[in-house]
């Protein structure tokens, strides 16, 4: 039997701390979301190990990241309290239950109903129940909610998602993982006006997100 409580104690000291992740609300928020919770069912034992975990079992491939690349990337966010978060392809709506405990005010979005109705399922089995969770295309966002404070795309892209971008309020923040292999970088972007900067913050690699992957070229 699994001693979840003293899982989630290992992975903040030895995997979240020892990767920079230094923010004490979040290290504290993610060692009281229980991760077990939004894994399939049978697999629980597998919840904390530092590895993306497979958290869909039909339809749309979708992953859980790993807590180390996770914990980086909503650190990069910094979330305040009452901010408005679009946590895109949230899968079974961990990380959404991470922005939750946060204080935040979380839309979760997926491009599948039955993976959306699960992460309704896991999130009120972990007390986040007020978290919106919506379906809809991953590359245009959720506008109805918009513009978002920041925006968390859990997966790497090969594109820039500028359709996600144009629902960030002033100042507000994305991150994802771009690109993958060795190339793939973790992003941070944030809008000033009509502008949007980025800026490289680390190596990082994640699944790749199907509607952000490269059109492949004509040859002749």
């Not at 109705?117 to 129940?129: D, E, I, V």
């Not at 925006?151 to 790497?156: K, R, V, Y």
């Not at 994305?174 to 993958?180: I, M, P």
Request: hydrophobic share 45%.
């Amino acid at each position: 039997m699994v001693d979840f409580t003293q899982a989630r104690r290992m992975m903040v000291d030895g995997q979240l701390r020892t990767f920079d992740v230094n923010d004490m609300s979040l290290l504290d928020a993610m060692d009281s979301v229980p991760r077990e919770l939004f894994v399939l069912p049978g697999r629980e034992a597998l919840a904390y190990i530092d590895q993306d975990i497979l958290v869909s079992d039909g339809g749309e491939t979708r992953y859980m990241l790993s807590p180390m690349i996770l914990g980086r990337l909503i650190q990069a966010l910094e979330i305040d309290a009452g901010d408005k978060i679009l946590d895109v392809a949230c899968g079974r709506g961990y990380a959404s239950a991470v922005f939750h405990s946060l204080g935040a005010q979380v839309t979760a979005l997926e491009a599948d109903e039955a993976l959306a109705a699960a992460a309704r399922q896991c999130l009120n089995a972990a007390g986040a129940g007020d978290v919106t969770v919506v379906t809809g295309p991953l590359e245009q966002g959720h506008a109805a909610h918009a513009p978002y404070d920041a925006i968390l795309l859990n997966g790497s892209v090969e594109v820039r998602p500028e359709g996600l971008l144009q629902q960030l309020a002033e100042g507000g923040r994305l991150v994802c993982v771009k690109g993958r292999g060795r190339a793939a970088r973790a992003m941070l972007y944030v809008r000033s006006g009509d502008a949007i900067g980025e800026r490289s913050l680390f190596e990082a690699a994640a699944p790749l997100l199907a509607p952000f992957v490269q059109a492949p070229g004509f040859s002749f």
